[in-house]
């Protein structure tokens, strides 16, 4: 993999780590770049060895949405494809980040638009640069929310600031995302990448399998009524109550030792 690459991979600590590599064009979203980030996201979830997640972008920007440019000239082309990318594309990268089986991180080091903010949103845990803002611009070129922004914005941060952020493409700075919720820390620009790959090394040495489970429980109680959330909590006990990093940590709280989890 080379610089040149519009996406680029790195492992350490069972971190696996995907950065946006579009710099020059703000990492805005190429039909080959929502390719290659569906395809790494759905091979990081399934490779053993890697147990969290850390989403980021090259340069100046974490993403700037979809490729106007790209966009403007298959439509003129008579090129369907740009009509087809929500199906495509950006559902099911949205159903990778949510559905991973393990921590993801969005470590915000930039301006993050449109599809690319509702990639952070849809992320487990978000932490953002000083220089980071988050826009919903999506009305402004008469077009609706896409890549689940209306199911996750609404759940960060409830749905009259969203409804707000979207109506009025109102760009939100790292200051007011922090105070509002819609993410949940800020560093220093120079200390953001060293500060997610901290966090997601610890969450990496962590029970994964209950990660996964933890996460499936907040999924579905956000659909659900208290006896549906009752009976899939229930479930996740039950099937976590059998895992060797479940009976690890209880023989490590009774030995007063750091606990050594599998991720299973």
């Known amino acids: 993999m080379t610089t040149d690459d519009v996406l680029l991979r790195s492992d350490s600590d069972r971190v696996r780590t995907l950065i946006l590599n579009r710099p020059k064009a703000y990492n805005s979203l190429t039909v080959e770049l ?9 091979d990081a979830s399934a490779d053993p060895g890697v147990r969290a997640i850390v989403l980021t972008g090259a340069g100046k920007a974490f993403c700037a949405g979809q490729d106007l440019k790209e966009h403007i000239g298959l439509l003129e082309a008579g090129d369907d494809a740009p ?44 932490i953002a640069a000083a220089s980071a803002n988050f826009l919903m611009a999506f009305a402004n070129v008469g077009l609706g929310p ?50 997610a790959q901290d966090l997601a090394a610890k969450l990496a040495g962590g029970p994964t399998a209950a990660y996964a489970k933890i996460k499936g429980t907040l999924t579905a109680a956000a659909e659900s009524t208290l006896e549906e959330a009752l009976a899939e909590e229930d479930a996740a006990q039950t099937a976590l109550g059998a895992t060797t990093d479940h009976h690890e940590a209880v023989a490590a709280f009774v030995a007063k030792r750091k606990p050594d989890f599998i991720g299973s």
Do not use: C
């Open 34 to 42: 929502k390719e290659r980030l569906l395809a790494e996201l759905r």
């Open 146 to 195: 896409d890549s689940g922004a209306s199911w996750t914005l609404q759940r960060l941060i409830g749905y009259g600031r969203a409804a707000e952020l979207m109506l009025l493409a109102r760009p939100v700075d790292s200051a007011e995302a922090l105070r509002i919720g819609l993410v949940g820390e800020v560093v220093a620009d120079e200390d953001l990448a060293a500060r």
């Open 83 to 126: 009509l087809r990318t929500v199906t495509e594309h950006y559902n099911p990268i949205v159903r990778a980040i949510v559905e991973a089986p393990k921590p993801v991180i969005a470590a915000v080091n930039g301006p993050a638009a449109g599809a690319g903010a509702a990639f952070a949103y849809a992320a487990d845990l978000r």
